[in-house]
């Protein structure tokens, strides 16, 4: 799950957190991290638990992603990223 900051300005923007949200490609990013151990998921709540609402994670399309964004071509943003895994043995 990606979680956005909504107090930062820019992302505060609902349609700027949509095209981001279009723009992101969740099955190469579980894949690349993961190794194929994960799957991405649209909410905090994991597939096969009992409160699971079998909501798919938003798909990606960039063309979408292009219609929604109501920034000016050439605009550039930071992302930093970080990760918790939690194994169970």
Do not use: E, K, Y
């Not at 992101?24 to 993961?34: E, I």
């Not at 909410?43 to 992603?65: K, N, S, Y």
């Not at 071509?73 to 043995?89: K, M, R």
């Amino acid at each position: 799950m990606i979680v956005l900051p909504t107090t930062n300005p820019v992302l505060s923007d609902p349609a700027v957190r949509r095209t981001i949200s279009l723009a992101v490609d969740r099955n190469a990013l579980v894949s690349g991290s993961f190794l194929g151990a994960a799957q991405p998921v649209a909410g905090p709540i994991p597939p096969g638990h009992w409160a699971d609402d079998h909501v798919a994670p938003p798909a990606r399309d960039l063309g979408q992603a292009v219609r929604c964004s109501s920034r000016p071509a050439g605009a550039t943003a930071t992302a930093t990223a970080s990760s918790t895994v939690t194994a169970a043995c």
